[in-house]
């Protein structure tokens, strides 16, 4: 085994969690103070996303409500969180943190085989049902989404040449 990985399904999630997280942070990193609230996005359906920062909080709020789904399947306390997110360090920092409180919900649970992981499953206020293993890969890939529109955005910011994307 390659020092620096986790081992079984939830190490390989995490590993994976924190690699989408690492990248987002660092992304918004480069985004200068003065850019990070302002309103840069014009895609109607996403109204409520309208800065980097609003895009970030709601990843930082998203990550928490699935850490939450998964704390409270596996009885853990759920803990209320601070969202703060008005400049490109609060944003990685807040990032940071909501995966922290994420590997932290899974601290006990991470020797659990991938059959064991595939064997939880959590059910969302909206009715559905994920189990463990998917729950996390969407967690992921909302990160991945969102990063890719934050630099879609900071490209539009920029002025430079970006040809029509999709929506995250």
């Known amino acids: 085994m390659t020092s620096g990985f986790r081992t079984g399904c939830i190490g390989a999630l995490l590993d994976e969690y924190s690699k989408a997280i690492n990248e987002l942070s660092a992304y918004i990193l480069t985004i200068e103070s003065a850019d990070f609230e302002k309103a840069v996005n014009i895609d109607e359906s996403e109204n409520h996303l309208n800065s980097f920062g609003d895009i970030s909080k709601h990843v930082m709020l998203s990550c928490y409500v699935y850490a939450n789904y998964i704390r409270e399947k596996l009885g853990k306390k759920i803990e209320s969180m601070n969202l703060a997110c008005n400049s490109p360090e609060q944003g990685a920092r807040g990032l940071q943190q909501m995966f922290n409180y994420t590997e ?65």
């Open 104 to 168: 932290e919900s899974l601290r006990d649970h991470v020797h659990l085989t991938a059959s064991e992981v595939s064997s939880i499953v959590i059910t969302t206020r909206l009715g559905f049902h994920y189990t463990l293993e998917v729950l996390l890969e969407r967690a992921i890939v909302h990160i991945l989404r969102h990063r890719r529109q934050i630099e879609y955005l900071r490209l539009q910011l920029d002025n430079r040449e970006v040809g029509p994307v999709a929506s995250p």
